[in-house]
């Protein structure tokens, strides 16, 4: 006997990547070399002070307990520290701040702390999938805002308002924009912010590619004048600080919405490990130089990259941001369906679809920098093989 699942279970699917990297492995077990171009997992450590603190930290005799739902201080006033420095923004410890275990795992908090079965999410229609997922999970029903294409994927601010109702609760914004790489900016800062003060909704900004191949001072929406008051911003140390497999993120946002969501949070789990949490106030002092490195090496790879869309016959931007590169196939080519199979069991190589960031992807697809560039043009030569 099976016991019925949730209504929830039913309606999610698994992680395409969740799929696609089972299907990796089972490659790899068979001997195939494959090469992994398809997720953005950074392959660069850390820096030394980030892992000499865990070290250091890990063997402390009283690290091992229960530690603070809000994350320890000196974490949180790294994070100030570090909002102010790279951002201008100034952000109170005590109150604006709320450690997460990743930031993916704050969008599941902002959803079950603000929605109610039936209300409205205003979601990217192109966007991590997350935003989508967890808003169903939780009940609300999804509805999808335009991107403009010729206007460097910036929302259709008309169309959004126009599905605007007294049920809308959540938009969800994330810029420099992952998959597109579009860049954030203060004037489309500014648009949102506007937006959401004028129709009562809450902004959610999810910022973690921010210090990322990034052609200009990076930029947080909680700068814009009135941010606090309607908008919150998600953060992780996953990419820019090559802490993926980590998971420590963080809210920012004015106390009552840190309060809010504190009160699910602290009912979800007991704390994030104490050496991790020292470990990350560390990393978080990083020096400039310590960043510029980290992009120089991506920078490297963006040749190799450049090359294995040409070999497709894509076309794409070469102003993105972020560590990816999204791109559109040619018209000879079928499907990003049919491509990432046939690249993955015939050149044993994986790429994203586009269509897993929403159904307007359909004729796109995005390679990851996160690979070694020797890498990259190996799998440019599998693709020039033999014709």
Known sequence: MIIPLAHRANQAQEYYFSIKLAEVRTLQAAGHDVINIGIGNPDMMPSD????????????????????YKGIPALRQAIAGFYQRTYGVTLDPE????????????????SLTFLNEG???????????????????????VLEYSLQEDNNWQPDWAQMAELVTERTRIIWLNYPHMPTGAPASKALFERAVRFAHDH?????????????????????????????????ELNSMSKSHNMAGWRIGWLAAAKPYIDSVLTIKSNVDSGMFLALQTAAAAAL?????????????????LEAAYAFLDALQCTYARDQEGMFL????????QSADALVDDLLYNKHVFIAPGFIFGPKGNRYIRVSLCMPKEHIWEAVSRLTANG
Do not use: F
């Open 285 to 301: 002092a990083n020096t400039d130089e310590w960043h510029a490195e980290r992009n120089a090496v991506y920078e490297g790879r």
């Open 49 to 68: 002070a980030t892992l000499k603190a865990l070290t250091q930290s890990a063997y402390q005799p009283g690290a091992h307990g229960y530690q603070s």
């Open 326 to 333: 999204w791109a559109k196939l040619p018209e000879h080519i």
């Open 119 to 141: 209300d409205e999410v205003l979601v990217p229609e192109l966007g991590y999938p997350a935003y989508r997922a967890v808003s169903q999970m939780v009940g609300a029903k």
């Open 200 to 232: 009562r909704v809450l902004l959610c900004h999810d910022n973690p590619y921010s210090l990322i191949l990034n052609k200009k001072a990076p930029i947080s929406l909680l700068s814009v004048d009135g941010a606090k008051d309607v908008a919150v």
């Open 95 to 110: 109150t604006e701040l709320l450690p997460l275990i990743g930031s993916k795992e704050g969008i599941t908090h902002l």
